[in-house]
């Protein structure tokens, strides 16, 4: 029996063909590096080619693979920094345990967060107190032979009141997914499939609206339906293409080339066919180097 997917990648199939690889709006730039005695290091920059602005950041990552235990440290552009202790497989298998402090030096504001992780087969639990906002959250999947049952509560400790809600359930093939969500309380509910149609074609398709309760007899109706299709296309083993359409007009395509190991371009544009005259179409490239 396998382990099931967190709750948050429960339509991940379905959402990274019509989501990743599309660097819209910049360029972006990854270097990775690691060493085989357990130490990683990440440095990314991003320039917006609307605005010009330039944000980045360095992370460094320590790991002690017997023990199990890790640290990262990151610095961002912005002048916060990060600090992450992590304790995995250590105290029981499955259990993953996490401390974060993140201090921005600036407006002297600091967030310190508490997480822990269990995976074992048929559950994948996961729970997190964010200390400075008093927000306890707790989500856990049930998951066997394909069928996945999920949901997740954000509970105000300070206030002793549930803020909000969600759930969700789905099937996992080997060739294809399908997945509902029900956000907010079900106020915002989504539907997504994803197809593997051969070992070069990929595809997927996401529904999302929203139900608004009225004055008139409180009665639910439901907005507009957003639909949102993709698809994802190999053309040899070391680049695809992709593209993805919405009802509101917008196109989207992309490129990505592995130029040699260890090094991969990703191009991308979106075009609004609703606005030809008043907009411009948004491009953007990043760049990833690592070791």
């Not at 023990?67 to 993953?96: C, F, H, V």
Request: charge should be positive; charged fraction near 25%; aromatic fraction near 8%.
């Amino acid at each position: 029996m396998s382990i099931p997917v967190s709750f948050n990648d429960i339509e991940r199939s379905a959402r990274d063909i019509l989501l990743r690889d599309y660097p819209i709006g910049g360029f972006r730039l990854d270097v990775r590096s690691s060493t085989s005695h357990g130490m990683s290091f990440k440095v990314n920059g991003q320039r917006d080619n609307k605005t010009g602005m330039i944000v980045g950041g360095i992370e460094s990552r320590c790991m002690n693979r017997k023990t199990g235990l890790s640290l990262t440290q990151a610095w961002t552009s912005s002048n916060q920094l990060n600090s992450r202790i992590e304790l995995d497989n250590s105290l029981a298998k499955g259990l993953k345990l996490e401390a974060t402090i993140s201090v921005l030096p600036s407006v002297m504001e600091k967030r310190i967060r508490f997480a822990s992780t269990f995976k074992r087969p048929a559950i994948h639990s996961t729970a997190s107190f964010d200390v400075s906002k008093n927000t306890l959250i707790f989500n856990s999947v049930i998951g066997r032979q394909g069928f996945l049952v999920g949901g997740e509560l954000i509970y105000n400790v300070k206030e002793a009141k549930i803020n909000r809600y969600n759930t969700a359930i789905g099937y996992s093939a080997r060739d294809y997914a399908i997945a509902i969500r029900s956000m907010n309380d079900f106020q915002r509910y989504s539907a997504s499939y994803y197809h593997r149609v051969d070992e070069r074609l990929e595809g997927s398709g996401k529904a999302s609206w929203t139900s608004n309760k009225t004055t008139n007899g409180g009665r639910d109706m439901m907005s507009k339906v957003e639909l949102e299709i993709g698809a994802k296309y190999r053309l040899d083993p070391t680049s695809f293409i992709k593209g993805k359409i919405t009802n509101a007009g917008v196109v989207g395509a992309s490129y990505s080339q592995l130029i040699r190991p260890g090094a991969k371009i990703n191009m991308g544009i979106a075009i609004d066919t609703t606005r030809w005259n008043e907009s411009t179409p948004k491009l953007g490239i990043a760049l990833t180097l690592e070791n």
